[in-house]
């Protein structure tokens, strides 16, 4: 049974900084690639960052690029997310996936197995 649970999440102030962990299992974590996502509410879910399988290769949404860097430990079956600078716009549950299928990193479509989300809120 696959199950990635997510955890880090939290209140900061605007500027403050979180890192987020998605712990993966019932499955070869080194054969995904991993994707953050994110959805506040009454939005669409949208893309943060992916990584490749190998951890050598990373994407970014251009409104995170700069300010949150996405790592993985094979090792330890998880995904990070360290997110700094954070924005009021940045508050929503972020959610870590499994690339599964193919087609743009960027789409929800291609990614399979979810986490159950951590909320992320920064005040202003």
């Known amino acids: 049974q696959v199950q990635l649970v997510e955890s880090g999440g939290g209140l900061v102030q605007a500027g403050g900084s979180l890192r987020l962990s998605c712990a993966a299992s019932g499955l070869t974590f080194s054969s995904y690639d991993m994707g953050w996502f994110r959805q506040a509410p009454g939005k669409e879910r949208e893309f943060v960052a992916s990584i490749s399988r190998s951890g050598r290769s990373t994407y970014y949404a251009d409104s995170v690029k700069g300010r949150f860097t996405i790592s993985s430990d094979n090792a330890k079956n998880t995904v990070y997310l360290q997110m700094n600078s954070l924005k009021p716009e940045d508050t929503a549950v972020y959610y870590c996936?499994?690339?599964?299928?193919?087609?743009?990193?960027?789409?929800?479509?291609?990614?399979?197995?979810w986490g159950q989300g951590t909320q992320v809120t920064a005040s202003s």
């Open positions: 996936a499994t690339k599964s299928y193919s087609g743009g990193y960027n789409l929800p479509s291609v990614y399979r197995y």
